[in-house]
């Protein structure tokens, strides 16, 4: 045995069983993870859990931030729960169907309301990578941000975007099209369509302020909001622009991708197609329509007798003719030629 093997041995072997411990639920061995995790609720959904702590998928470094060792936290509580309004600390209960997540950042606690609704274990990572994403930018930021980052953050990182998130968008646009980042704030507090507009708009923002410098710009402003910075300062700081122009880029964006000219031209597209099926359509009914005019004219063309159009046979083979009468002057119809 090599000279200091034992003494890492002895470590991994303490590691594994603080890993086993009851009630731990701690997920040490997935890279990225917090070095301890508590699991709180029913012995069914601790087991859960314990599956979304085991997952690397969860622990995807965030845009930014990183691992959560990189942003500083080494421990989180975590509730799973069917119902958010019992069973948790009273601090952090939603009484609000619609609320599927819930997260105390500076506490570094999270619940999650589990059920059919979030399309199983898939749906409830993604809940769960956006709280721990409101973790993380708090600890990152060390709690100075704008509500509207946090929540368009905890959108960006967890990948919640879908193509009907793009129409309701269009749908806002259709309703009102006065839009500022401090407004969106106010719909967090409104109704449930409202407060998911806010998400939606928030996730825009971030999206945006991501394409100005990437990863590395995130991070910029990031470390400057956590050393005392505004969100206009660390913004000019990093990028050399104030928030107002920030703000004009971001409705820009929005104008281009999801106002007016963005359903007039998905409007377009989708007339386009309707033409084209149509037209489909018609040119194939033409075409059976002629095919089945040739056989009609072929099935004529087989009827006509063989003895010309002006004589018909019936079935015994006699012919009638109706022609003038045999001997007939061709000038006077009817009876013999008289002689003068």
Do not use: C
């Amino acid at each position: 045995m090599k000279r200091g093997s034992w003494p890492i041995a002895a470590r991994r072997a303490l590691l594994l069983l603080a890993a086993l411990s009851p009630g731990s639920g701690a997920a040490q061995s997935v890279p990225g993870a917090p070095t301890h995790i508590e699991l709180h609720g029913p012995a069914g959904l601790r087991n859960v859990g314990r599956t979304l702590m085991s997952d690397p998928a969860t622990w995807r470094p965030l845009p930014g931030i990183g691992t959560f060792a990189q942003a500083g936290i080494d421990s989180l509580d975590i509730w799973l729960t069917p119902d958010l309004d019992r069973d948790v600390p009273a601090d952090l209960r939603q009484g609000e169907p619609w609320v599927a997540g819930v997260a105390d950042p500076a506490g570094r606690r999270i619940v999650l309301r589990s059920g059919g609704a979030l399309g199983g274990p898939g749906g409830l990572r993604v809940v769960l990578r956006h709280e721990l994403a409101h973790v993380a930018l708090n600890a990152a930021t060390n709690g100075n941000h704008p509500r509207w980052l946090t929540e368009g953050y905890a959108q960006y990182a967890s990948g919640e975007w879908g193509w009907e998130d793009a129409w309701q968008l269009q749908t806002t646009f259709l309703r009102r099209g006065a839009l500022s980042l401090r407004s969106i704030d106010l719909r967090f507090r409104a109704h449930p369509v409202e407060a998911r507009t806010g998400y939606l708009l928030a996730y825009t923002a971030v999206h945006d302020l991501a394409a100005l410098g990437g990863e590395a710009g995130l991070r910029s402003v990031f470390r400057r909001l956590r050393d005392g910075s505004s969100f206009e300062e660390a913004i000019w700081r990093t990028y050399g622009i104030r928030e107002e122009d920030f703000e004009r880029r971001w409705k820009r964006s929005l104008v281009d991708r999801y106002g007016w000219l963005y359903v007039l031209s998905r409007a377009g597209v989708f007339w386009v197609g309707v033409t084209g099926l149509v037209l489909f359509v018609a040119l194939r009914r033409a075409r059976d329509d002629r095919r089945r005019l040739a056989i009609l004219r072929a099935e004529d063309r087989a009827a006509v007798p063989s003895g010309g159009p002006w004589s018909m046979s019936d079935s015994s083979g006699s012919s009638e003719h109706y022609g003038p009468p045999r001997g007939a002057d061709p000038d006077m119809p009817g009876g013999p030629p008289r002689s003068d």
